[in-house]
């Protein structure tokens, strides 16, 4: 075990919903703690650039512009192995297959919709971290 650092958004489903600080609770209850935190509105081209990786697939338009529709929170999460412990809480991508008291099964509205993100390896959390956060905004 050591101690990581993730990167984590609250989607737009979930800022307009006023869930901000029910994610957060279940984030630190889970033992993550929110070491960087900022409320942005993203642009299309910025949301095409963060899922780039993403861009053959039949729903990356749907994806992007609603990533880019209304607020989100784009975090730096930090605690024990970190990474696994956020998809932990944050359930499966698809709410419906998500386990009871994740954040998508409480929250998410359907797989597009899903409430969070976050990263799915170490080596991406360093990538997605720099792709939003500069040094001097994360103080731990
Ligand atoms: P996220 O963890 O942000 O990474 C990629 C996102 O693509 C994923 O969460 C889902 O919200 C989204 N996604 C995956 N599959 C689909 C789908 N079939 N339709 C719409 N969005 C999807």
């Known amino acids: 075990m050591s101690i990581e650092r993730t990167f984590s958004i609250i989607k737009p489903d979930a ?6 600080g029910a994610i957060n609770a279940m984030l630190e209850g889970a033992g993550l703690r929110i070491i960087a935190q900022k409320r942005i509105h993203m642009s299309l081209e910025k949301a095409q650039g963060f899922y780039a990786v993403h861009k053959e697939r039949p729903f990356f338009g749907e994806l992007t512009e609603f990533m880019s529709s209304e607020p989100v ?3 730096v999460l930090e605690g024990e192995d970190a990474v696994v412990k956020n998809r932990e809480v944050m359930g499966a991508t698809n709410p419906e297959e998500a386990t009871e ?6 929250h998410a509205l359907n797989i597009g919709e899903n409430s969070v993100h976050g990263s799915d390896s170490l080596e991406n959390a360093g990538i997605e971290i720099a792709y939003f956060f500069n040094d001097d905004e994360i103080v731990g």
Do not use: A, D, S
């Open 15 to 20: 800022t307009r919903r006023n869930l901000t």
């Open 73 to 75: 929170v784009v975090q």
């Open 101 to 106: 008291g994740t954040i998508r099964k409480e």
